[in-house]
């Protein structure tokens, strides 16, 4: 299978658990940065946002949540869709928030149809990544922002070696304990470590497109948030 079909197959496998696992994992530190991207959102971008790569509908409920007036979210992963469509239904936001399938390096929307394009723990799971930041920067509207958050590796003692003995040891045990899917949470250590970080992320942004990218570490650089401009 190629890399989408088996982010895919992951992603709808573990649905059920995610938003669990997420905040269990991560000791509820996601929340926090969440909150840190949507603090990106300027007050002339709350219009119109696309979250890229919703899963369940966090990040696209946070956006709403800070002021955002219409957000639409996709994902390739139905079974997380739904189960983002139920939240989203019980806290009575269907008419702000829009969930649904798609295929983020092959976008329906129109071009310059968003103020804002975001995507959260999702872009280091695109088959092809320029592809992917390509139909972001097209569907953005001239003088939008991208958000983009993404977990990365920390790069000095005593975090760096820390980290990576729990992100490459206890975390694929307890995820897969949990979830019954080990190789979901073995996969994620390795598409972090595979994922190209700082300055070459950010030189990728720019060759999308993207203007004055800059980078933001967060706690000890376990996660990376990325802001550009078109």
């Given at each position: 299978?190629?890399?989408?079909?088996?982010?895919?197959?992951?992603?709808?496998?573990?649905?059920?658990?995610?938003?669990?696992?997420?905040?269990?994992?991560?000791?509820?530190?996601?929340?926090?940065?969440?909150?840190?991207?949507?603090?990106?959102?300027?007050?002339?971008?709350?219009?119109?946002?696309?979250?890229?790569?919703?899963?369940?509908?966090?990040?696209?409920?946070?956006?709403?949540?800070?002021?955002?007036?219409?957000?639409?979210?996709?994902?390739?992963?139905?079974?997380?869709?739904?189960?983002?469509?139920?939240?989203?239904?019980?806290?009575?936001?269907?008419?702000?928030?829009?969930?649904?399938?798609?295929?983020?390096?092959?976008?329906?929307?129109?071009?310059?149809?968003?103020?804002?394009?975001?995507?959260?723990?999702?872009?280091?799971?695109?088959?092809?990544?320029?592809?992917?930041?390509?139909?972001?920067?097209?569907?953005?509207?001239?003088?939008?922002?991208?958000?983009?958050?993404?977990?990365?590796?920390?790069?000095?003692?005593?975090?760096?070696?820390?980290?990576?003995?729990?992100?490459?040891?206890?975390?694929?045990?307890?995820?897969?304990?949990?979830?019954?899917?080990?190789?979901?949470y073995t996969y994620l250590?390795?598409?972090?470590?595979?994922?190209?970080?700082?300055?070459?992320?950010?030189?990728?942004?720019?060759?999308?497109?993207?203007?004055?990218?800059?980078?933001?570490?967060?706690?000890?650089?376990?996660?990376?948030?990325?802001?550009?401009?078109?």
């Amino acid at each position: 299978m190629d890399k989408k079909e088996v982010v895919q197959d992951i992603f709808n496998d573990i649905a059920p658990k995610y938003d669990l696992l997420n905040h269990l994992l991560s000791m509820n530190i996601d929340k926090g940065w969440r909150r840190k991207a949507m603090s990106c959102i300027g007050e002339q971008e709350k219009g119109c946002l696309l979250d890229v790569a919703c899963g369940t509908g966090d990040f696209s409920i946070a956006a709403h949540r800070a002021g955002v007036k219409q957000v639409t979210g996709i994902d390739i992963s139905e079974n997380m869709v739904e189960i983002g469509k139920k939240k989203v239904g019980d806290l009575h936001l269907a008419d702000a928030i829009e969930l649904k399938t798609g295929d983020c390096e092959h976008m329906e929307f129109a071009t310059g149809m968003f103020d804002v394009v975001t995507v959260a723990f999702g872009v280091r799971n695109f088959e092809h990544l320029e592809l992917g930041l390509q139909e972001m920067y097209r569907v953005l509207k001239t003088g939008g922002k991208v958000i983009i958050l993404e977990f990365s590796m920390p790069e000095h003692f005593p975090m760096k070696q820390l980290y990576r003995f729990y992100f490459c040891h206890i975390l694929p045990t307890i995820g897969g304990w949990i979830s019954g899917n080990k190789g979901a949470y073995t996969y994620l250590p390795e598409s972090v470590m595979k994922f190209p970080q700082g300055e070459t992320f950010l030189q990728i942004m720019r060759d999308c497109g993207f203007q004055h990218p800059v980078r933001r570490k967060l706690s000890f650089g376990i996660a990376s948030l990325y802001v550009g401009e078109k």
